[in-house]
Nanobody, 122 residues
């Protein structure tokens, strides 16, 4: 059974930074792609960033491009989301997802984490 566990969320001031981590319990940890999604109250879950196995294919949503950086460490079975210049609109529950590249981009990864809350204060 594959489990994805996020950490690193919490309160942050606007303009600040956070680093989210997602650890996999999968013995093989081979996921074609991993990604970060977020869901704010009253809004649909959206893809924030996706990264493939080789880290040579990366996609960001327009709202976070140039502010967030997604990386993965296959040896450690982890993926990360470096968030900087955080804005109030970034407040949401952030979810880690894993699966094929196409499923990540379509918002339907094979596996989900339980989510970690990011709260932004002005």
């Amino acid at each position: 059974q594959v489990e994805l566990v996020e950490s690193g969320g919490g309160p942050v001031q606007a303009g600040g930074s956070l680093r989210l981590s997602c650890a996999s319990t999968s013995p093989s940890f081979y996921f074609d792609a991993m990604g970060w999604f977020r869901q704010a109250p009253g809004k649909e879950r959206e893809l924030v960033a996706a990264i493939n196995w080789k880290s040579d294919l990366i996609r960001y949503s327009d709202s976070v491009k140039a502010r967030f950086i997604v990386t993965r460490d296959n040896a450690k079975k982890q993926t990360y989301l470096e968030m900087s210049e955080i804005e109030p609109e970034d407040a949401a529950v952030y979810y880690c997802g894993a699966g094929t590249w196409d499923r990540l981009l379509s918002g339907t990864p094979d596996y989900w984490g339980q989510g970690t809350q990011v709260a932004v204060s002005a």
